[in-house]
């Protein structure tokens, strides 16, 4: 059941992306994905997390889809778009344009589909759009407990 939902939650922000874009442009659309992991600090605070990240880029937009499952219920949970793959230097640092894009987070300049807070059942679901197609550097999605580690990522590919 879980799988189930997951899949038709990446497939609904999929279609929505598409559908506000001309024909032409749906050919220039990129879909990546990746599965989540304890990473890095994780399973040292408890934390046993699966679930899916989903990057759509098309010509004017890059969509971000996050369902984690493995969460403190409650707890807010951050989550970037990261420039390195995860078994890299701990997926690098966040992803950043290098200049401010509609939608972008901090400085305008980085896409965080977080933060999210966990539902009763430890579970969370994070979704952000920004007005231009991240580079090439954006290959992976890290989530960091509320301190700051970095304790799940999933490879985009």
């Keep these: ?3 189930r939902t997951i899949a038709i939650v990446a497939i609904s922000a999929c279609l929505m992306a598409m559908s506000a874009m001309p024909a032409g442009a749906r050919n220039q659309t990129n879909v990546t994905a990746g599965t989540f992991s304890s990473f890095a600090e ?17 010509p004017s937009k890059t969509l971000v889809l996050v369902v984690a499952d493995g969460l403190e219920p409650g707890e807010t949970y951050g989550s970037h778009v ?12 966040h992803y950043s344009f290098g200049h401010s894009v509609r939608g972008g987070a901090l400085d305008g300049s980085e896409i965080w589909p977080g933060p999210f807070t966990a539902n009763p059942r430890g579970r969370v679901i994070g ?3 920004v007005g231009e197609p ?10 960091h407990a509320p301190g700051g580690a970095k304790i799940a990522c999933a490879d985009l590919t």
């Design 1 to 3: 059941m879980r799988r």
């Design 82 to 93: 990261h420039n390195a793959p995860c078994d890299t230097n701990n997926a690098g640092g």
């Design 127 to 129: 979704i952000t759009t």
């Design 42 to 58: 994780g399973p040292g605070l408890g934390f046993e997390i699966s679930g899916n990240a989903l990057m759509v880029k098309t």
């Design 134 to 143: 991240a580079g090439p550097q954006a290959v992976s999605v890290v989530i």
